[in-house]
């Protein structure tokens, strides 16, 4: 009954902020940086304390300014999500652009299915829309809200597109079944954050730090011979994105074991010295600082 309540309670008023134009959006989003930032303070020690680790040749100066760029663009990014909730085909299509589809074409000719992967970088939810553009049968990893009302909310909602929303420990039994009826997929994996110490194989360097990595990606690509392909999005203006992809490998079964997810992290490095501020700062990528085994 609590969750019904609560559902009742919230889903209309995000329902409602949803259905206003982005210019409004945007203007809501100026005002909840101000409080976020200033007044709140959500996360600015862990934002503070992850960026003077990344970037220890900033001056404070510098670390500060891309906190402020960060906050604003995180800020627009969850306005960004409730407005998923009822946009418009048309208007995603129209904000989230793709460059290099053709890639998906040429690899759909090898008869293998896709890992998909990215960070939590720009806007990592329009990427849905994918799934309108390619043959692939499409699929992404989500953790499953608690509220099974707001749930299945934001389930319907991530899935306007054709893409089918899967739990994270679900996802091996999906791939093993779409393998075994030689069904072409494409399985969209966030791998930038850090796994469970339980859970961890590989440790190393991200952004000069020596931390867990998540090697899922690479595992299952080699596992069941699927192409590897990266994704990077850039902010080309406020609410305006660009999406390009690059192949990590056609051949996963050939690498030893780390190297795929090594290429992985270096491609993320990279992207984010780019423009920092649009990476997802606010997750304590370095909370196990100095737990790396010797």
Known sequence: MMHLLVYILIYPVIWLISML????????????????YYVIGYRKKVVLNNLRLAFPEK?????????????????DVFVEMIKSFTVSKEEVYKRYKYTNLELFDELYKDGKSVILTGPHYANWEWIMSLDSFVKYKGYAAFTKVKNPYLNEKILRSRAKF???????????AEIKHNHKHNIQAMYGLLSDQ???LSKTFYWSEFLGVKVPIHTGAEMLAKRFKMNMVYIETKKIKRGYYETSFSLISNETEKYPDYKLTDIFTDKVEKQIRTQPEYYFWTHNRFKHLNKAPK
């Open 162 to 172: 054709g893409t089918n929303l899967i739990q994270t420990s679900k996802i091996i």
């Open 194 to 196: 850090s796994p469970q």
């Open 59 to 75: 001056t404070d100066e510098e670390i500060v300014k891309i906190r402020k760029k960060f906050y604003r663009h995180f800020v």
């Open 21 to 36: 134009p982005f210019s409004v959006l945007y203007a809501i989003s100026d005002v909840v940086y101000l409080l976020v």
